[in-house]
């Protein structure tokens, strides 16, 4: 059965916030589990993208109901208020739907709609102090990649859609497919809604390839053991030589980097699962939970215990990690 999908744009949208779920959801109905996909806008006909590039649209029929809504973001979403005809469009084809979502800004078109109060949100870093103080009975959680709130999700900003559009397929037909579309747009690691919006890997910006080889091995052999020697493999270099060049590239010695990158694996699971701590200590390489929880404390200052139990009731912001150095 193929699940019906509006995709909502409106002038100067952001053309990744479209192509890259729709992206996703083609790959899908590729594999055999299809999605019955339409680009909609208040009048339909073409809608320019804020890079210039026009995007042929339909006016969609309010008769008919859509199993998912889709708002994709763009430069002038936050100026659209609760009387603009994208907004009421919104409104209204989100009332026979089985979940409305947005990417990046697109969250203030929800809000705007009154499909977000009293809910979990995210949105883009970048506008979620505006959006907050526009929304104040929104519970803004701008340390995620994409939130799921009930029947409503939201995503961060551009690239997190492709994120977001995973999630639903998962939902919609299990997680091999979901993996192997993630394979497909060649996305390296299918990125969690409860993982930061800023990556420790992206934040280690070594210069040179080898140590960029080096940290994309890691990532990818986190389960196994990661000594300096792996890592010097990976970059052809020999250890010694590698420790040093990491260290000055990065300001990280190469087990504190691993270490990051395993806590901000682990993070997910701890906060939004039920699954057993010391699964996911071994999944993500710490062998076993107490050192799992030697580095939490380390970076975070709270235990994993902690952190689930304030994550299961908080309203506030994430804790953030400690400083590196």
């Known amino acids: 059965m193929s699940r019906s999908l509006a995709l909502v744009v409106f002038p100067h949208f952001e053309l990744l916030d479209l192509s890259g779920p729709l992206s996703a959801f083609t790959a899908a109905?590729?594999?055999?589990?299809?999605?019955?996909?339409?680009?909609?806008?208040?009048?339909?006909?073409?809608?320019?993208?804020?890079?210039?590039?026009?995007?042929?649209t339909s006016k969609p029929s309010l008769r008919r109901r859509y199993d998912t809504v889709m708002v994709v973001g763009g430069l002038t979403a936050h100026r659209l208020d609760a009387g603009s005809d994208t907004v009421a469009l919104v409104r209204k084809l989100s009332r026979g739907a089985?979940?409305?979502?947005?990417?990046?800004?697109?969250?203030?078109?929800?809000?705007?709609?009154?499909?977000?109060?009293?809910?979990?949100?995210?949105?883009?870093?970048?506008?979620?102090?505006?959006?907050?103080?526009?929304?104040?009975?929104?519970?803004?959680?701008?340390?995620?990649i994409f939130v799921k709130d009930a029947s409503v999700?939201?995503?961060?900003?551009?690239?997190?859609?492709?994120?977001?559009?995973?999630?639903?397929?998962?939902?919609?037909?299990?997680?091999?497919?979901?993996?192997?579309?993630?394979?497909?747009?060649?996305?390296?690691?299918?990125?969690?809604?409860?993982?930061s919006q800023f990556s420790n890997l992206l934040e280690l910006q070594?210069?040179?390839?080898?140590?960029?080889?080096a940290l994309s091995f890691a990532r990818?052999?986190?389960?196994?053991?990661?000594?300096?020697?792996?890592?010097?493999?990976?970059?052809?270099?020999?250890?010694?030589?590698?420790?040093?060049l990491f260290l000055s590239e990065t300001g990280e010695t190469p087990a504190r980097a691993v270490e990051r990158l395993r806590v901000e694996?682990?993070?997910?699971?701890?906060?939004?699962?039920?699954?057993?701590?010391e699964s996911i200590a071994r999944k993500v390489g710490f062998g076993d939970v107490e050192r799992m929880r030697r580095s939490f404390v380390r970076l975070f200052g709270q235990t994993p215990q902690t952190l689930?139990?304030?994550?299961?009731?908080?309203?506030?912001?994430?804790?953030?990690?400690?400083?590196?150095?």
């Open 98 to 144: 089985r979940r409305v979502t947005s990417v990046c800004t697109g969250a203030f078109l929800l809000a705007s709609a009154g499909l977000l109060e009293g809910r979990k949100a995210t949105t883009h870093w970048r506008y979620a102090g505006v959006f907050q103080s526009r929304f104040p009975k929104v519970r803004v959680d701008v340390d995620r």
């Open 29 to 56: 109905t590729l594999h055999g589990s299809p999605y019955s996909v339409n680009v909609v806008s208040t009048r339909g006909g073409s809608v320019a993208s804020s890079s210039g590039v026009a995007i042929d």
């Open 206 to 213: 070594p210069a040179s390839e080898r140590m960029q080889r």
């Open 308 to 325: 689930r139990r304030l994550a299961r009731g908080k309203s506030g912001r994430a804790i953030e990690p400690a400083p590196r150095g």
């Open 153 to 195: 999700w939201t995503s961060a900003g551009v690239t997190a859609g492709i994120d977001l559009a995973l999630a639903l397929i998962e939902a919609d037909y299990g997680s091999p497919l979901a993996q192997q579309i993630a394979r497909d747009l060649v996305v390296h690691h299918r990125r969690f809604g409860g993982q």
């Open 265 to 277: 694996i682990a993070r997910p699971g701890v906060e939004d699962s039920r699954e057993p701590l």
């Open 220 to 244: 990818e052999h986190l389960r196994e053991p990661l000594p300096v020697e792996r890592l010097a493999a990976a970059a052809c270099l020999s250890p010694r030589h590698f420790g040093r």
